[in-house]
């Protein structure tokens, strides 16, 4: 029986045999089995394609991984690096300015101490000579004593009392000279006293300003014992400070009156008083009446805030010329609190760190005290 297919061109009706159609259907098998082979090959190496780009992506995928890390980890180190080197240069800088303070106080502190020896070698000298003096009106004394004995004794009876009398005149006129020896020696040795830490003040601000100018008072001259001209960095006249210094037990309230008399004299624009003993109410430095009071520890701090408000003063001056007279200007800032306070601020680190070195220093001379052994063959506490 004869199949019927449809032509695909037309869509007539065809009659074919069943050879013919055997024939067709195993020649169309094949040909689609040759093209699905070819599919398949053809889908087999685009896979394969697919794969070998998908193992070079991957491997391009790990290269660039590892250079972000390589260039990460660079990063970071160089990073690490120059944060080190900063923190380092910093530190050094730190250490050095810290070094530089330290030999600052050192050098201080054994200036102080050189010329605390040298006012005791001096305070020796001169009760050493005030003693030797008692010892030889003593025995000048004791020589005119046993003359007068002598002469008394030799002497008639009749005479005995009047000359009594005129040997205890003559004694009572000795121990009045003696007393007014002393008495002299005591003043001489205050002044000389005076005199060194008149000396110290001035050397004191000569090494601390060098490019001030400094005019000591002469001796015998009414007037304060220096006179200090500020000039900042560019040369300008900023004012004056006058100093005065005072080495005696006990504090005089009429020192103020004085100091204020000669800053008037001077025309300086404040007055300084560098005392031993300081007015009641007043530790370390305080403005007493218009005058700048301070102990001599703490002058440095006070000069160098003075100098500081001197130079601000003149710098505000200088800007408002013409509005003000330059006097009150002045007078008004180194008076108000404002400039008070500028001069608490700083000196107050001074005085902190004056205070901690002494408290260092009183512990380094316990600890050696504890450390010094007694001479060779004595025990302490026996003669």
Known sequence: MNEVINCPKCNNPIEVSAAMSAQLSDRIRREVESDLAGQRRELTDRVK??????????????????????EVTRQRNSILAEAKKKAAEEIAVELKDREDRLGELQAKLKAAQQNELN??????????RAEELELDVNRRLDAERANIRKQVLEQSACDHQFKMAEKEKLITDLKRKIDEMKQKAEQGSQQAQGEVQEIALEQLLLERFPGDSFDPVPKGIRGADVLQRVIDSSGSDCGTILWESKRTRNW???????????????????VVIVSQVLPAGVQHFDLVDGVWVCGWEYAASAAVALRSGAIDAA????????????????????????????????????????????RER?????????????PFGRTRGTN
Not at 119 to 128: A, D, G, N, T, V
């Open 49 to 70: 394609q697919l794969e070998h780009k998908e193992r070079g992506l991957n491997e391009a995928r790990g290269e660039i991984e590892e250079r972000i890390k390589e």
């Open 119 to 128: 006012l005791r070698k001096k305070e020796r000298e001169l009760q050493s």
């Open 252 to 270: 005089s309230d009429g020192w103020l009156s004085k100091a204020r008399d000669d800053q008037r004299a001077a025309k300086a624009n404040c």
């Open 315 to 358: 710098k505000h001056i200088r800007a408002q010329q013409g509005k003000n007279g330059k006097m009150e200007l002045v007078y008004s800032y180194l008076a108000g609190p404002e400039f008070r306070n500028r001069v608490s601020g700083i000196a107050e680190p001074f005085i902190e760190m004056q205070t901690d070195l002494a």
């Open 362 to 374: 009183r512990a380094a001379q316990k600890t050696w005290t504890k450390r010094e052994l007694p």
